[in-house]
């Protein structure tokens, strides 16, 4: 089916951008200003380390490479030969770029063997632990994956809900009702997801944010009708709600004790199916599997508390 | 599952009144349909999905559907497409 094939986007950054989006890490070229356009495209900073004594096993050239105050010691310890030997296999790889932090003067031959090959070599004044921190930090929001899903996202008592259907089962509907209750939408119909360390974030698409459909109505502007307190950014999302139609379900979920999850880019997200029917109020239920979701965090298990009483009392007839 | 490739061809490419056309054409088959860019996948059926594809002339599309009247509903859909929306 085509909704449950994703279609991943994973972005990449050039070393120019990179050297300005990051400006925590205060980076500054020394040199190989030909290579600035090569690419990076994984969020963690390599350590140079045991790579300089010749075990390059674990390099990724598409990471940001690092050295600090141990290799820049380690490499002055040998001799110019030693230290071209060490360093050149690593600029042979077109590595994306390499950072020199604390503000170290590296030795000459880093220097030479960067321009040479092209490669883009930093500095940073501050310490190692902060330049890798800032690095992944950025890196991880520019680099995060992304997809677009169509559906509904609206943060209710601050779960953020990703409601999904089949066309006209009253989505939108649904999501004017919540803002009526003074939730909050983040997007109508499609939404872009990213994926950051083990957590899905979503938000409109920038065309679209604001903006609602409903049928009969055409396209409104939520916060022109309701006002700027109706919307929200982005939301973490917590909980997928699926509404179909109630012929289309064959067993409803009747005790609520079984954890189901969906997963969206490999994160796993607690998910409920409800049925859709004349008399369901579905906003009223949203705002109900929102509040159970909160009650579960506190380790509340309504379902399952009642069905150990029950099963409790089953023995005392015995 | 069927899908199929068609490229945009009228003159203001996917604009409002050519996604309303689309979005409603969709509507009225039971399959699920997605019609998507290179970056961005949308529901045929949803007016602001459609229009965030914001794709131009000569964009390529990807039309997929899945559902009892896939086949009718690609063949209608493509037809709309190579007929400019009426327009032009």
């Known amino acids: 089916m085509p909704d449950s094939q994703e279609k991943v986007t994973y972005p990449l950054i050039t070393v120019k951008e990179f050297l300005t989006h990051i400006s925590k890490a205060e980076l500054t070229l020394i040199t190989g200003e030909n290579g600035l356009n090569r690419k990076i495209n994984r969020p963690r900073v390599q350590k140079l380390g045991l790579i300089l004594a010749g075990f390059p096993e674990f390099i990724h050239k598409e990471r940001v490479h690092l050295v600090g105050n141990t290799e820049i010691c380690y490499l002055n310890k040998l001799s110019s030969e030693e230290k071209i030997k060490s360093l050149k296999p690593i600029f042979d790889l077109q590595i994306s770029c390499l950072i020199v932090t604390k503000g170290l ?28 921190q800032y690095i992944s930090e950025g890196l991880q929001d520019i680099l995060a994956p992304f997809v677009h899903k169509h559906g509904v996202l609206v943060d209710v008592f ?9 066309s006209s089962i009253g989505k939108s509907e649904t999501a004017l009702d919540l803002i009526v209750r003074k ?13 950051k360390g083990e957590i899905l974030i979503g938000k409109a698409p920038d065309i679209a944010m604001g903006r609602m459909e409903l049928r009969g109505l055409g396209i409104i502007n939520i916060s022109e009708l309701f006002g700027i307190v109706a919307l929200r950014d982005e939301k973490i999302i917590d909980l997928i709600v699926n509404l179909q139609p109630a012929q289309d379900f064959e067993d409803v979920d009747r005790l609520g004790i079984d954890e189901k999850f969906e997963e969206i880019m490999g994160v796993k997200i607690p998910s409920i199916s409800l049925p859709v029917a004349s008399g369901r109020n579905i906003a009223n239920l949203l705002e109900i599997a929102a509040s159970n979701l909160l009650l579960k965090r506190k380790g509340k298990y309504s379902a399952q508390e009642f069905v150990i009483k029950q099963r409790d009392r089953l023995k005392h007839r015995k | 599952m069927i899908e199929k490739e068609i490229t945009i061809t009228n003159k203001l490419g996917l604009h409002a009144r050519a996604a309303a056309k689309l979005v409603n054409l969709a509507g009225k088959f039971h399959s699920h349909i997605t019609i998507s860019t290179e970056q961005i996948c949308a529901d ?7 229009l965030t594809l914001a794709a131009g002339k000569d964009t390529v599309v990807k039309i997929e559907a899945e559902g009892p009247d896939e086949k009718k509903s690609i063949e209608a859909i493509v037809n709309l497409i190579q ?6």
């Open chain 1, 105 to 132: 003067t590296p030795p000459e031959e880093m220097v030479t063997l960067a321009k040479e090959s092209d490669t883009p070599l930093l500095s940073s004044p501050l310490r190692t632990t902060f330049v890798i």
């Open chain 1, 158 to 166: 601050g779960v953020g809900v990703l409601m999904k259907g089949g």
């Open chain 2, 83 to 88: 007929n400019k929306f009426g327009e032009d």
């Open chain 1, 183 to 195: 939730h909050r939408l983040v997007s109508d119909d499609i939404i872009e997801i990213r994926k």
């Open chain 2, 44 to 50: 045929a059926k949803s007016i602001l999905g459609v």
